[in-house]
């Protein structure tokens, strides 16, 4: 027997009980499912395996030629397949030689858009993306779910990366994972609005990001921007929806921001090519 609020009721009363009752959701229709932030965790563990597998890929020679790149940031085998190359572009070392023909995304490499999100240059790189994502992402988690907060990282992470593909450098190897992260920025911005809190300590954060942003040379901007720009929009559909067509609304939201950012690409591609 379980003790109830009066007397006692067998197990099979209980769980019938819990059955019919609805489980809690937050404002934006997450459940008790996020607050474990297995997402968070998850994509934590894939950034830090992609890096381990780029140093591994090392071993085969980059433009640095060779060493362990973990802290120093060299460019891996692996960057060169996977990073972000908006035209096709021809690698070569110190010495001159051809190390790498790669043929960009404007070549039909589009899965670069969505695999330079995974990639880091360094140990120090990939701990600060980390770092915000760890604070930023159990929170948005939580109060998003892991679908929804899952859908605004890659979302905010693809815009970032299509807004490379149109402003930033077009032979340039781009990655990591700040443009989702800026966009986690915009998003929980966005969130507290909603919900009338306090944002006087996220601003002073995500300004001091901007002006990092623009005052340190090789940072890409767009990506920053990018993804700051249309995690703000995502974040908006979310946390905007009404409440009687809540999910319709944010799924909705999210997939004309996916296509709205295929066609984008498909765009630029047709214009480089």
Known sequence: MRDAAVGHQ????????????????TA???????????????????????MLLAVASERGGGLAGGGFGLIRGTTTQLHLLGALVPRPTIYTDTAGSVIAVVQGVAGGDHY????????????????LN????????????????????????????????????????????????????FGLFGAIFVV??????DTSAVVPVLVLNLVI?????????????????WGAVVALGLAYAPRERRTAVQVVVCVVVLVLLVALTLARTAALT
């Open 10 to 25: 067998c197990p099979e009363c209980v769980a019938q009980g819990r059955r019919s009752v609805r489980p809690p959701r």
């Open 28 to 50: 934006f229709g997450g459940s008790a499912a996020g607050r474990q932030g297995y997402v968070t965790l998850t994509l934590i563990g894939l950034n830090v395996l992609v």
């Open 112 to 127: 670069r858009l969505v695999t330079s999100m995974f990639l880091h240059y360094g140990l120090v790189h990939l701990l």
């Open 130 to 181: 980390m770092w915000a994502l760890w604070v930023l992402g159990r929170d948005l988690e939580y109060v998003l779910g892991p679908f929804r907060f899952l859908a605004l990282y890659l979302l905010a992470g693809f815009g970032g990366s299509v807004t490379v593909y149109y402003f930033g450098q077009q032979s340039g190897l781009t990655a990591g994972a700040s443009g989702a992260i």
């Open 192 to 197: 507290l609005k909603r919900l009338g809190r």
């Open 213 to 229: 942003t623009f005052a340190i040379p090789g940072i890409s901007i767009a990506g920053h921007l990018g993804g700051l720009v």
